[in-house]
């Protein structure tokens, strides 16, 4: 355990962002999942809906911090290209 004052408060400060992160993290793949589930139905209106709303939840993380703007970039780009295969 941390004896010096400010290095408790990074302890904290860290896990604190750490849960946060770990939340938005399990949204956008909770999205992503929806966009394959919507392409394994091969429903093409229900996977254009959900792609826009994980493109959103995606982007938003990104530009958060949680995930790297190349990481934001290839998982938008699959996701695009798997729907856009459906037609």
């Known amino acids: 355990m941390a004896n010096i004052k400010s290095a408790k ?8 962002r750490a849960e946060r992160n770990k939340s938005v993290r399990s949204g956008v ?3 992503m999942k929806k966009v394959y589930a919507a392409i394994e139905a091969a429903d093409k209106s229900a996977a254009g809906e959900a792609l826009k709303s994980a ?5 938003k993380a990104g530009s958060k911090g949680v995930y790297h703007k ?5 998982k938008v ?10 037609a």
């Open 77 to 86: 780009s699959r996701l695009t290209k798997a729907v856009n295969k459906m």
């Open 9 to 16: 408060k990074r302890i904290k400060t860290s896990a604190k």
């Open 70 to 74: 190349c990481n934001v970039s290839r």
């Open 29 to 31: 793949k909770t999205a």
């Open 55 to 59: 493109i959103s939840t995606i982007e």
